[in-house]
């Protein structure tokens, strides 16, 4: 019997699980190839055979998302997967046409064949765009439980930019590993803050082979800290959802966040103290309409300051998460918030001063424009990245991201620090949903 020659659309992570899962050991079909999008230096490589199988010797190539209709036309493609995430409704209504008008069947793969099951109690944090409050939200759910004497191991959306065969199942307890494993900006961003509580958390490619190693630690519980706007990788016995009031309307209009709206056991409405009461309200009705047995947790993350007095005055270069701003349609940050607030004289431009791939981005994401955001999928971006705070005519630079900047690189100004946490508003709060889950699941 003819295999079905399928080609899976993905940015290194979704697409790289959904074949794992369910194409890898499937002879009734043939992945003839990814193509890659949204992370620089992922397309031109390949998906090595030690992670492809048995039916891929010499693995499966990555191609660029920009030839999808030729690569359907020349591989003779029968069926394409789109498997990435935070996309508007109508670009992936927009993909679909396309692919259709080729001739090619069109496939999302949903969560009953691309969830595995854990063997030990399993909560997921996800969200309905990416910069909504997953971290802080996963280190506020994380500090409880820990504080209640459970043994608790996280498990991350996949963020592999290296060696894929090398980051196959990937393991963070110490600074040490982050060097181990060659580290960019966006993976420290997750995995530092776990490090700091002195909490493994664990990453890679092969996601099912990850879950296998964390249920070896013996954890009470496992916590699934997601990625983007994506659903779970594992089936949750608590699924919470952080949802932003500074983009009410995204929660119901973006691929696939409105899936995890519709799935939440638990909706965060996070950063009520800077968002409008209208705004609030939006989201609130979303809720009420699409997901009204969700249990719905207020929340604030308000913003704390090293030296705020360093602000007031200065001409101040603000650097936020690259993935918030970039995919994540945000133009500014808890770093813009912060100089606002604190009296910053000027909030730069960095255009003027971008060099390298920092040039490209701000070409690819044309909303930008006070903010730089933390780009750092590899070393030489990292270089640049560098260069572009260095060049700048800044006398304090705020670094609003997730992990100090100042561990991976050398800033040569007068640098200060934005952090962030979770901090629920009134009842129910998620102390209070948390001890119902450990009631229920763990003994």
């Not at 394409?80 to 069947?105: I, R, W």
């Amino acid at each position: 019997m003819l295999k079905k020659k399928v080609l899976i659309m993905g940015a290194a992570g979704r697409d790289f699980h959904n074949f794992n899962v369910y194409y890898r050991n499937n002879t009734d079909y043939q992945v003839v190839c990814f193509t890659a999008t949204q992370i620089p230096d992922i397309e031109g490589r390949v998906y090595p055979e030690e992670l492809a199988g048995d039916l891929y010797p010499g693995g499966i190539p990555i191609e660029p998302e920009e030839k999808l209709l030729q690569l359907i036309r020349e591989k003779e493609v029968e069926e394409v997967v789109l498997s990435y995430s935070d996309l508007p409704f109508q670009y992936v209504m927009e993909k679909a046409s396309l692919v259709l008008a080729s001739g090619a069947d069109f496939k999302l793969l949903g969560p009953n064949n691309s969830m595995v099951q854990s063997t030990k109690p399993l909560i997921s944090i996800c969200a309905v765009r990416t910069g909504s409050g997953k971290s802080q939200t996963s280190r506020r759910v994380l500090d409880i439980l820990r504080a209640k004497g459970l043994k608790v191991i996280s498990i991350r959306h996949p963020m592999p930019y290296g060696e894929l065969a090398k980051q196959k199942v990937q393991r963070f307890a110490t600074y040490e590993d982050l060097e181990k494993h060659q580290c960019t900006i966006e993976e420290r961003e997750e995995y530092e803050p776990h490090i700091d509580r002195n909490s493994v958390i664990y990453a890679g490619v092969d996601y099912e082979e990850i879950l296998r190693e964390a249920e070896k630690e013996d954890p009470d519980v496992i916590l699934w800290d997601g990625g983007n706007n994506d659903f779970s990788f594992y089936k949750p016995d608590l699924s919470i959802v952080v949802a932003d009031p500074h983009r009410p309307g995204h929660e119901v209009s973006y691929f696939p966040g409105m899936t995890n709206l519709l799935m939440a056991d638990v909706i965060v409405i996070n950063k009520e103290e800077t968002a409008s009461l209208e705004n609030i309200e939006r989201v609130r009705k979303s809720i009420e309409k699409w997901n009204p047995n969700a249990i719905v947790v207020d929340a604030a993350s308000p913003l704390f300051v090293e030296n705020p007095s360093i602000i007031r005055g200065k001409k101040c270069l603000v650097i936020e998460d690259g993935p918030t701003l970039t995919h994540g349609e945000m133009t500014y940050g808890a770093g813009f918030i912060a100089a606002k607030k604190y009296g910053a004289s000027e909030i730069l431009d960095p255009r003027p001063f971008a060099v390298g791939s920092i040039i490209d981005t701000y070409k690819k994401y044309n909303h930008l424009d006070k903010i730089l955001p933390a780009m750092g999928y590899g070393k030489k971006q990292i270089q640049e990245l560098e260069e572009t705070i260095n060049k700048s005519d800044s006398e304090v630079v705020i670094i609003g991201t997730p992990i100090d900047l100042t561990r991976v690189m050398n800033i040569k100004k007068t640098a200060v620090r934005v952090t962030y946490e979770l901090q629920e508003i009134g009842k129910p709060n998620l102390e209070d949903i948390l001890d119902e889950f450990i009631s229920k699941n763990v003994h």
